[in-house]
């Protein structure tokens, strides 16, 4: 079993930057990570995902373009690099683990997942 921190969240102008990271307890690389959000009064949606040994990498559309999923597997940590962000961003941002035995495999729907982390909150000012 592995625990997930996700920290970096915090308040931004629209059109600034933000880098989230998420810290795994255990070995990440035996985890395909994920990014999800939630916004108030929303259901969780899927922002990004890469797989085991990093490589492909898959986006929301909203995000695509502006938004980037990184690992290194040697920190057991995952990024996000939010850039050129707006209002409509403003959401708790949820990393997810899931155990997988394919290297090349990434998920985008919550339900894959086993593992979450609590979230940061990410608010960005018009």
């Known amino acids: 079993q592995v625990q997930v921190v996700e920290s970096g969240g915090g308040l931004v102008q629209a059109g600034g930057s933000l880098r989230l990271s998420c810290a795994a307890s255990g070995p990440s690389s035996n985890y395909a990570m994920g990014w999800f959000r939630q916004a108030p009064g929303k259901e969780r949606e899927f922002v990004a995902t890469i797989p085991r040994r990093g490589g492909s990498t898959y986006y929301a559309d909203s995000v695509k373009g502006r938004f980037t999923i990184s690992r290194d597997n040697a920190k057991n940590t995952v990024y996000l690099q939010m850039n050129s962000l707006k209002p409509g961003d403003t959401a708790v941002y949820y990393c997810?683990?899931?155990?997988?035995?394919?290297?090349?495999?990434?998920?985008?729907?919550?339900?894959?997942?086993?593992?979450w982390g609590q979230g940061t909150q990410v608010t960005v000012s018009s």
């Open positions: 997810a683990a899931r155990l997988s035995t394919a290297l090349s495999a990434a998920y985008r729907r919550p339900d894959d997942y086993n593992y």
